[in-house]
């Protein structure tokens, strides 16, 4: 059975930062896409950043290029989001999702692609 735990969410002034990290177990597949997605309230869920574990290619949503940044330590099953420079309109539950057997990171695009989905974590920027 697959899971995905995250950890690291929490309240963070604007212009801080914060880590957080999935761990993953459960994997059976060579090839995978895993990352980050996150909803506000009455919004739908977007790809926020993922990583490909066939090439290493990583996606980044435009509201998140240059303060974001995806990594994964395959030995410990981790995949990390450093969240630089925050700002209030990052304040979202982000949960972390993945999908196996694909190739890439383009299936960050679309959040009803994934297969397998943690209990989110809540991220608090405030102003």
């Known amino acids: 059975e697959v899971q995905l735990v995250e950890s690291g969410g929490g309240l963070v002034q604007a212009g801080g930062y914060l880590r957080l990290s999935c761990a993953a177990s459960?994997?059976?597949?060579?090839?995978?896409?895993i990352g980050w997605f996150r909803q506000a309230p009455g919004k739908e869920r977007e790809g926020v950043s993922c990583?490909?574990?066939?090439?290493?290619?990583?996606y980044y949503a435009d509201s998140v290029k240059g303060r974001f940044t995806i990594s994964s330590d395959n030995a410990k099953n981790t995949v990390y989001l450093q969240m630089n420079s925050l700002k209030p309109e990052d304040t979202d539950v982000y949960y972390c999702?993945?999908?196996?057997?694909?190739?890439?990171?383009?299936?960050?695009?679309?959040?009803?692609?994934?297969?397998?989905w943690g209990k989110g974590t809540l991220v608090t920027v405030s102003s």
């Open positions: 459960g994997f059976t597949f060579d090839d995978y896409v």
């Open positions: 999702a993945a999908r196996g057997a694909v190739r890439g990171s383009m299936w960050c695009n679309n959040y009803r692609a994934m297969d397998y």
């Open positions: 990583i490909s574990s066939s090439d290493g290619s990583t």
